[in-house]
């Protein structure tokens, strides 16, 4: 079955470094793969999608993401932390066999120390 | 701007009652899903719509059922809740049918959750 692995439930930064978020598909066949960002007490909002337009994807507040194929993976990168980053990211997969499905991963809470 | 409206940011019910939890959007979006966010387990999906009075069982849908009367409206019902069932619920919306065989990605609108203990 497809599935998403975000490998790391918590990642700890500082201010300035660089912010980089694990994400692993399982799929034969390359999907489309999302990130999503969750801010304390709010809903998701999307923070970039990859759609096989190109394998580097970039988003909102600086983020980007590079598909791999190779890697099965689609990591999460921004080059210099924020304290405003501080949220919870969620990757997502819509597989090429699913008609209705968005699989999310479990999700990584991003903190940013001062 | 486009909005997921959900009724109630946070609520407290008994084992056994049965609870309502609403959802708007003001989008005209076809699809509209409800999901639950767990701890650790991300977003698991209970049910979806993709029409009016049409819906679809998702990863979790025991305990759970759903009624669209309306395009704009996704209830999501617990006929008699339980502690279990205790969680964040999330609702969303969109405007493509969520498909990799589609030129367009689907992107979800979501709200602001629902908070529901279950006592």
């Known amino acids: 079955a497809q599935s998403v692995t975000q490998l790391g439930s918590h990642v700890s930064v500082s201010e300035g470094a660089l912010v980089l978020l694990r994400c692993n598909y399982s799929?034969?066949?390359?999907?489309?793969l999302f990130w999503y960002v969750q801010y304390p007490n709010q809903g998701l909002q999307l923070l970039l999608k990859?759609?096989?337009?190109?394998?580097l994807v970039k988003g909102i507040n600086g983020f980007e993401a590079e598909f791999k194929k190779s890697e099965t993976s689609f990591h999460l990168t921004k080059p210099s932390a924020h304290m405003s980053d501080a949220a919870e990211y969620f990757c997502?997969?819509?597989?090429?066999?699913?008609?209705?499905?968005?699989?999310f991963g479990s999700g990584t809470r991003l903190s940013i120390r001062p | 701007d486009v909005k997921v409206t959900q009724s109630s940011r946070y609520l407290v019910k008994r084992t056994g009652e049965k609870v309502f939890l609403e959802c708007v959007q003001d989008m005209d979006h076809e699809n509209m899903f409800w999901y639950r966010q767990d701890p650790g387990l991300g977003l698991r999906l209970i049910y979806f719509?993709?029409?009016?009075?049409?819906?679809e069982k998702g990863d979790i849908p025991e305990g759970y059922s759903v009624s669209r009367e309306k395009k704009e409206r996704f209830s999501l019902i617990l006929e008699s809740a339980s502690t279990n069932q205790t969680s964040m619920y999330l609702c969303?919306?969109?405007?493509?049918?969520?498909?990799?065989?589609?030129?367009?990605?689907?992107?979800?609108?979501f709200g602001a959750g629902s908070r529901l203990t279950v006592l």
């Open positions: 990859y759609t096989s337009a190109a394998t």
């Open positions: 997502a997969v819509i597989p090429w066999s699913s008609a209705s499905k968005i699989i």
């Open positions: 719509s993709y029409d009016v009075k049409m819906k």
């Open positions: 799929s034969s066949v390359p999907p489309y």
């Open positions: 969303a919306s969109s405007s493509v049918v969520p498909s990799g065989g589609q030129a367009g990605a689907n992107v979800l609108t």
